[in-house]
């Protein structure tokens, strides 16, 4: 089948990874179409959000271009793997981050003996990373699942997840950081998620990039039902909501001096 979809003899294929993945195109759903109804939310949805609030970040509403002045450098990075640990060559425990961001800074300071490292380490320390994954909204039928003040409806809000066991790398500092953002931004009340006490945790790729090179983060998303399914559901307003946190925190981030700004999302 293979060979004939490419038009070329068995014998030429050396090896082959095929993955089977639904071909209908997402749709709108509900009254007020306000739900989107889609194969791989989890996680397209952050990584097509994050691209669109970079593109919106470099331009302003009269077409100037907003890079020509920014002295700080915003970046996603999508990182493959996710959902099976995160230990590849492509996944968020190799090294790629750390590399790029230290790449970069050489570039930077080419030329000043030493200011290169100088330079990197200033970067790591001043720099704010989003990672970005799906939430578990709350399902009608299973709504004993959530604990009862930590419960994300889709349409209400991006979530910001914590967990005591290090799970996910929210902490005080960098939930109040995204708080702010919001509030500035005038986007909806953020909603908070805390898995019950009783039930494990999944986790992200933010303790492991947080924990690797050292930069503050958070782990926030969109709520949905279905996670992991061949159809997911979310929410129209979340979707909108999250862009323009990406826009805004790079916006805030810069204004208050807070510096390069690293924004990782994943793609499992």
Known sequence: MVASELGIDIEDIADFELNLYDVQPASLGGAYSEFVHSARLDNLASCYLALRGLVDHTASDD????????????????????????????????????????????????????????????????????????????????????????????????????????????????????????????????????????????????????AATGMRAIDLGCPQLSMHSIRETMGVCDCECLMFSWSGCAAVLESSAMGTTALSFMES
Request: charged letters at 20%; hydrophobic letters at 40%; one cysteine or more.
């Open 63 to 210: 077409g100037l271009d907003l890079l020509a002045d920014d002295e700080d450098i915003s970046m996603i990075a999508l990182f493959d793997h996710e959902e099976v640990g995160s230990s590849s060559l492509t996944g968020a425990g190799s090294p790629i981050m750390s590399e790029a961001v230290r790449r970069i800074s050489s570039a930077l300071g080419a030329g000043d003996a030493g200011g290169s490292d100088d330079l990197y380490a200033s970067a790591l320390a001043r720099s704010f990373v989003l990672s970005v994954d799906q939430a578990h909204a709350i399902h009608p039928n299973y709504a004993s699942k959530h604990e009862k003040n930590h419960a994300p409806r889709m349409n209400d809000g991006m979530v910001i997840k914590r967990n005591a066991n290090q799970r996910y790398a929210t902490n005080g500092i960098t939930g109040f950081v995204v708080r702010e953002i919001a509030r500035r931004a005038g986007l909806s009340p953020v909603q908070e998620f805390v898995v019950r006490n009783d039930c494990g945790c999944g986790s992200t790729i933010g303790p492991i990039i947080s």
